[in-house]
Protein backbone atom coordinates (compact mmCIF):
# COMPACT_ATOMS: atom_id res chain seq x y z
CA UNK A 1 0.00 0.00 0.00
CA UNK A 2 1.45 3.16 -1.30
CA UNK A 3 0.58 6.03 0.67
CA UNK A 4 1.94 8.54 -2.02
CA UNK A 5 5.43 7.59 -1.06
CA UNK A 6 8.34 10.16 -2.21
CA UNK A 7 11.32 7.42 -2.06
CA UNK A 8 11.90 4.83 -4.35
CA UNK A 9 10.40 1.80 -2.63
CA UNK A 10 7.07 1.95 -5.22
CA UNK A 11 9.36 1.79 -7.92
CA UNK A 12 11.11 -1.79 -6.09
CA UNK A 13 7.19 -3.12 -5.75
CA UNK A 14 6.82 -2.71 -9.02
CA UNK A 15 9.64 -4.83 -9.64
CA UNK A 16 8.94 -7.32 -7.45
CA UNK A 17 5.67 -7.34 -8.68
CA UNK A 18 6.67 -8.36 -12.20
CA UNK A 19 8.60 -11.22 -10.61
CA UNK A 20 5.45 -12.59 -8.04
CA UNK A 21 2.10 -12.33 -9.27
CA UNK A 22 1.19 -12.27 -5.52
CA UNK A 23 2.15 -8.92 -4.87
CA UNK A 24 0.61 -5.81 -6.11
CA UNK A 25 1.37 -2.85 -5.90
CA UNK A 26 -1.98 -0.17 -4.68
CA UNK A 27 -2.03 3.54 -4.10
CA UNK A 28 -4.09 5.04 -1.37
CA UNK A 29 -6.00 7.36 -3.25
CA UNK A 30 -7.00 9.33 0.13
CA UNK A 31 -3.88 11.12 2.70
CA UNK A 32 -2.86 9.48 5.56
CA UNK A 33 -2.80 5.87 7.87
CA UNK A 34 -6.35 5.17 8.01
CA UNK A 35 -7.34 6.24 4.50
CA UNK A 36 -4.39 3.46 3.68
CA UNK A 37 -5.43 0.60 5.88
CA UNK A 38 -9.45 0.81 4.72
CA UNK A 39 -8.23 0.72 1.34
CA UNK A 40 -6.00 -1.18 1.63
CA UNK A 41 -8.71 -3.80 3.61
CA UNK A 42 -10.98 -3.24 0.54
CA UNK A 43 -8.44 -4.21 -2.12
CA UNK A 44 -7.93 -7.44 -0.02
CA UNK A 45 -8.78 -10.51 -2.07
CA UNK A 46 -8.64 -13.04 1.01
CA UNK A 47 -10.48 -13.36 3.92
CA UNK A 48 -7.54 -13.62 6.08
CA UNK A 49 -5.66 -10.38 6.31
CA UNK A 50 -2.25 -10.07 8.42
CA UNK A 51 -0.72 -6.43 8.98
CA UNK A 52 2.74 -5.33 8.08
CA UNK A 53 4.87 -2.25 8.25
CA UNK A 54 6.94 -1.48 5.82
CA UNK A 55 10.07 -1.25 8.39
CA UNK A 56 9.43 -4.16 10.36
CA UNK A 57 10.57 -7.94 10.26
CA UNK A 58 8.66 -10.98 9.91
CA UNK A 59 9.68 -14.45 10.69
CA UNK A 60 9.07 -16.78 8.13
CA UNK A 61 7.24 -18.99 9.96
CA UNK A 62 4.55 -16.18 11.01
CA UNK A 63 1.73 -16.51 8.24
CA UNK A 64 1.41 -20.65 8.85
CA UNK A 65 1.49 -19.33 12.65
CA UNK A 66 -1.82 -17.35 12.04
CA UNK A 67 -2.86 -19.59 9.82
CA UNK A 68 -2.73 -22.44 11.95
CA UNK A 69 -4.37 -20.25 14.62
CA UNK A 70 -7.70 -19.56 13.08
CA UNK A 71 -8.00 -22.90 11.47
CA UNK A 72 -7.83 -24.68 15.33
CA UNK A 73 -10.64 -21.85 16.62
CA UNK A 74 -12.82 -20.80 13.66
CA UNK A 75 -14.60 -18.30 16.22
CA UNK A 76 -11.27 -16.37 16.48
CA UNK A 77 -11.89 -13.07 14.89
CA UNK A 78 -7.86 -11.89 15.71
CA UNK A 79 -4.66 -13.46 15.82
CA UNK A 80 -1.63 -11.56 16.95
CA UNK A 81 2.01 -12.92 17.33
CA UNK A 82 4.59 -12.16 20.45
CA UNK A 83 6.86 -9.23 19.01
CA UNK A 84 10.88 -8.10 19.28
CA UNK A 85 12.14 -4.85 19.78
CA UNK A 86 14.87 -3.41 18.01
CA UNK A 87 17.15 -1.97 17.45
CA UNK A 88 18.10 -1.88 21.07
CA UNK A 89 20.00 1.12 21.38
CA UNK A 90 16.80 3.32 20.98
CA UNK A 91 14.84 1.27 23.30
CA UNK A 92 13.74 3.07 26.69
CA UNK A 93 13.06 1.27 30.08
CA UNK A 94 8.85 2.71 29.47
CA UNK A 95 9.10 0.65 25.99
CA UNK A 96 10.73 -2.20 27.16
CA UNK A 97 8.18 -2.74 30.09
CA UNK A 98 5.27 -2.41 27.97
CA UNK A 99 6.78 -5.01 25.78
CA UNK A 100 6.87 -6.97 29.01
CA UNK A 101 2.99 -6.75 29.89
CA UNK A 102 2.34 -6.96 26.06
CA UNK A 103 3.60 -9.58 25.59
CA UNK A 104 2.12 -11.93 28.65
CA UNK A 105 -1.40 -10.76 27.43
CA UNK A 106 -1.74 -13.86 25.24
CA UNK A 107 -5.06 -15.35 26.20
CA UNK A 108 -8.98 -14.15 24.88
CA UNK A 109 -9.29 -14.08 29.19
CA UNK A 110 -6.59 -11.96 29.59
CA UNK A 111 -6.82 -9.69 26.80
CA UNK A 112 -10.24 -8.74 28.74
CA UNK A 113 -9.14 -8.39 32.08
CA UNK A 114 -6.26 -6.20 31.02
CA UNK A 115 -7.82 -4.06 27.87
CA UNK A 116 -8.25 -0.85 29.48
CA UNK A 117 -4.31 -0.87 30.51
CA UNK A 118 -2.88 -0.76 26.98
CA UNK A 119 -3.35 -1.67 23.43
CA UNK A 120 -2.54 -5.43 24.31
CA UNK A 121 -1.12 -6.04 20.56
CA UNK A 122 1.49 -4.70 18.48
CA UNK A 123 -0.53 -3.67 15.08
CA UNK A 124 1.54 -5.01 12.51
CA UNK A 125 1.40 -8.51 14.69
CA UNK A 126 -1.99 -9.01 13.82
CA UNK A 127 -4.20 -11.03 11.61
CA UNK A 128 -7.91 -10.89 11.73
CA UNK A 129 -10.92 -12.41 9.76
CA UNK A 130 -11.81 -9.10 6.75
CA UNK A 131 -15.29 -9.97 7.41
CA UNK A 132 -15.31 -9.31 11.08
CA UNK A 133 -13.39 -5.68 10.74
CA UNK A 134 -15.39 -4.53 7.84
CA UNK A 135 -18.40 -5.74 10.00
CA UNK A 136 -16.65 -3.32 12.78
CA UNK A 137 -16.73 0.01 9.88
CA UNK A 138 -12.76 -0.80 9.39
CA UNK A 139 -10.96 1.59 10.92
CA UNK A 140 -12.42 5.08 12.42
CA UNK A 141 -10.42 8.31 12.18
CA UNK A 142 -10.64 10.64 14.73
CA UNK A 143 -8.24 12.51 17.61
CA UNK A 144 -7.38 8.61 19.01
CA UNK A 145 -4.98 5.45 18.14
CA UNK A 146 -6.73 4.07 14.98
CA UNK A 147 -5.77 0.02 15.99
CA UNK A 148 -6.68 0.46 19.65
CA UNK A 149 -10.15 1.91 18.73
CA UNK A 150 -10.08 -1.18 16.77
CA UNK A 151 -9.27 -3.53 19.18
CA UNK A 152 -12.16 -2.06 21.60
CA UNK A 153 -14.59 -2.21 19.19
CA UNK A 154 -14.15 -5.59 18.09
CA UNK A 155 -13.89 -6.28 22.30
CA UNK A 156 -16.92 -4.88 22.46
CA UNK A 157 -19.21 -6.21 19.87
CA UNK A 158 -18.14 -9.77 21.63
CA UNK A 159 -15.56 -10.99 19.20
CA UNK A 160 -12.47 -13.32 20.19
CA UNK A 161 -8.88 -12.33 20.13
CA UNK A 162 -5.92 -14.25 20.72
CA UNK A 163 -1.91 -13.69 21.10
CA UNK A 164 0.45 -16.52 19.67
CA UNK A 165 3.26 -17.21 22.85
CA UNK A 166 5.60 -16.70 20.10
CA UNK A 167 8.00 -13.65 18.98
CA UNK A 168 7.33 -14.07 15.61
CA UNK A 169 7.68 -9.88 14.77
CA UNK A 170 10.37 -7.86 15.23
CA UNK A 171 9.02 -4.27 15.40
CA UNK A 172 11.05 -1.41 14.93
CA UNK A 173 11.90 1.72 17.11
CA UNK A 174 12.77 4.74 16.79
CA UNK A 175 12.23 8.75 17.86
CA UNK A 176 10.34 9.21 14.21
CA UNK A 177 7.93 6.79 14.69
CA UNK A 178 4.29 7.57 14.06
CA UNK A 179 3.52 6.34 17.80
CA UNK A 180 5.99 8.93 18.78
CA UNK A 181 5.09 11.52 17.18
CA UNK A 182 1.29 11.96 16.53
CA UNK A 183 -1.08 13.76 18.90
CA UNK A 184 -3.86 10.68 18.01
CA UNK A 185 -0.93 8.43 20.34
CA UNK A 186 -0.92 11.02 22.72
CA UNK A 187 -1.16 10.31 26.37
CA UNK A 188 -4.24 12.59 26.37
CA UNK A 189 -5.82 10.92 23.32
CA UNK A 190 -5.13 7.00 24.91
CA UNK A 191 -6.46 8.61 28.33
CA UNK A 192 -9.73 9.95 26.26
CA UNK A 193 -10.66 6.85 24.48
CA UNK A 194 -10.08 4.47 26.94
CA UNK A 195 -13.22 6.31 29.45
CA UNK A 196 -15.32 6.17 26.39
CA UNK A 197 -15.48 2.69 26.18
CA UNK A 198 -14.94 1.96 29.53
CA UNK A 199 -17.65 4.15 30.35
CA UNK A 200 -19.92 1.45 27.85
CA UNK A 201 -18.55 -1.92 29.04
CA UNK A 202 -21.45 -3.92 30.77
CA UNK A 203 -19.17 -4.72 33.26
CA UNK A 204 -18.19 -1.93 34.85
CA UNK A 205 -22.03 -0.29 34.24
CA UNK A 206 -23.87 -2.77 36.29
CA UNK A 207 -21.73 -1.08 39.55
CA UNK A 208 -21.75 2.32 38.00
CA UNK A 209 -23.61 3.76 41.04
CA UNK A 210 -21.13 1.49 43.31
CA UNK A 211 -17.29 1.90 42.26
CA UNK A 212 -14.26 3.56 43.90
CA UNK A 213 -11.23 4.78 41.86
CA UNK A 214 -8.04 3.45 43.19
CA UNK A 215 -5.23 6.06 43.14
CA UNK A 216 -6.00 9.32 44.43
CA UNK A 217 -3.18 11.48 43.33
CA UNK A 218 -3.73 14.62 40.94
CA UNK A 219 -2.15 12.58 37.74
CA UNK A 220 -4.36 9.78 38.84
CA UNK A 221 -7.52 12.01 39.27
CA UNK A 222 -6.76 13.90 35.77
CA UNK A 223 -7.00 10.97 33.91
CA UNK A 224 -9.75 10.11 35.76
CA UNK A 225 -11.80 13.05 35.22
CA UNK A 226 -12.58 11.55 31.22
CA UNK A 227 -14.77 9.31 32.42
CA UNK A 228 -16.23 11.11 35.14
CA UNK A 229 -17.32 14.16 32.90
CA UNK A 230 -19.23 11.30 31.66
CA UNK A 231 -21.62 11.74 34.92
CA UNK A 232 -19.31 9.10 36.88
CA UNK A 233 -19.09 9.17 40.77
CA UNK A 234 -17.25 7.38 42.88
CA UNK A 235 -17.97 6.53 46.16
CA UNK A 236 -14.46 6.87 47.60
CA UNK A 237 -10.71 7.55 46.32
CA UNK A 238 -8.47 4.96 47.78
CA UNK A 239 -4.41 5.52 48.43
CA UNK A 240 -1.84 4.10 50.62
CA UNK A 241 -0.56 7.66 51.34
CA UNK A 242 -1.29 9.00 54.79
CA UNK A 243 -1.25 12.48 54.31
CA UNK A 244 -4.46 11.67 51.57
CA UNK A 245 -5.99 9.68 53.87
CA UNK A 246 -9.20 11.56 55.43
CA UNK A 247 -9.05 14.17 52.57
CA UNK A 248 -11.69 15.01 50.35
CA UNK A 249 -11.38 15.26 46.54
CA UNK A 250 -14.72 17.25 45.05
CA UNK A 251 -16.60 16.10 48.44
CA UNK A 252 -15.63 12.26 47.80
CA UNK A 253 -13.41 11.04 50.71
CA UNK A 254 -9.97 9.50 50.00
CA UNK A 255 -9.44 6.25 52.39
CA UNK A 256 -7.25 3.42 52.81
CA UNK A 257 -8.14 0.00 51.05
CA UNK A 258 -9.60 -1.24 54.54
CA UNK A 259 -12.46 0.76 53.51
CA UNK A 260 -13.49 -1.50 51.05
CA UNK A 261 -14.49 -4.83 53.00
CA UNK A 262 -16.47 -2.69 55.57
CA UNK A 263 -18.49 -0.80 52.97
CA UNK A 264 -19.77 -4.09 50.84
CA UNK A 265 -16.80 -4.28 48.63
CA UNK A 266 -17.62 -2.10 45.67
CA UNK A 267 -16.16 -2.03 42.13
CA UNK A 268 -12.72 -0.87 41.84
CA UNK A 269 -11.13 0.54 38.98
CA UNK A 270 -7.46 0.71 39.64
CA UNK A 271 -5.91 3.73 38.06
CA UNK A 272 -2.03 3.75 39.60
CA UNK A 273 0.17 3.14 36.69
CA UNK A 274 3.35 2.98 38.40
CA UNK A 275 5.60 0.08 37.78
CA UNK A 276 5.12 -3.24 40.28
CA UNK A 277 2.39 -1.13 41.92
CA UNK A 278 -0.33 -1.90 39.69
CA UNK A 279 0.88 -5.69 40.25
CA UNK A 280 0.31 -5.01 44.05
CA UNK A 281 -2.81 -3.48 44.14
CA UNK A 282 -4.53 -6.13 42.44
CA UNK A 283 -3.23 -8.94 44.41
CA UNK A 284 -4.69 -7.33 47.47
CA UNK A 285 -7.41 -7.44 45.84
CA UNK A 286 -7.42 -10.51 44.52
CA UNK A 287 -6.36 -11.55 48.51
CA UNK A 288 -10.22 -9.62 49.39
CA UNK A 289 -11.92 -12.11 47.10
CA UNK A 290 -11.92 -9.90 44.10
CA UNK A 291 -11.64 -11.27 40.57
CA UNK A 292 -9.78 -8.86 37.85
CA UNK A 293 -11.98 -8.40 35.25
CA UNK A 294 -14.98 -8.84 36.95
CA UNK A 295 -14.89 -7.34 40.27
CA UNK A 296 -12.11 -4.86 39.35
CA UNK A 297 -10.58 -3.44 36.38
CA UNK A 298 -7.10 -1.98 35.87
CA UNK A 299 -6.81 1.40 33.69
CA UNK A 300 -3.79 2.36 32.09
Not at 39 to 44: E, I, P, Q, S, Y
Not at 58 to 85: C, I, K, W, Y
Not at 185 to 201: G, I, K, V, W
Request: hydrophobic content about 40%; aromatic content about 8%; some cysteine.
Amino acid sequence: MDDHSVDASPALVRAMAREDPRVRLVHNPGRGLVAALNHGLHACRCELVARMDADDLMHPERLAAHLNHFARDPGLVLSATQAELFSREEIQAGFREYMRWQNACLTHEQIARDLYIESPFAHPSVAFRRRAVLDASGYREGPFPEDYDLWLRLFHAGRRMEKIPRALLRWRDHPRRLSRTDPRCSREAFDRLRANYLARDPRFLAHRENFVIWGAGRKTRRRADHLLEQGFRPRAWIDIDPRKIGNRVEEIPVVDSRWLEENGRPFVLVYVTNHGAREEILEELEGMGYRPGEACLAVG
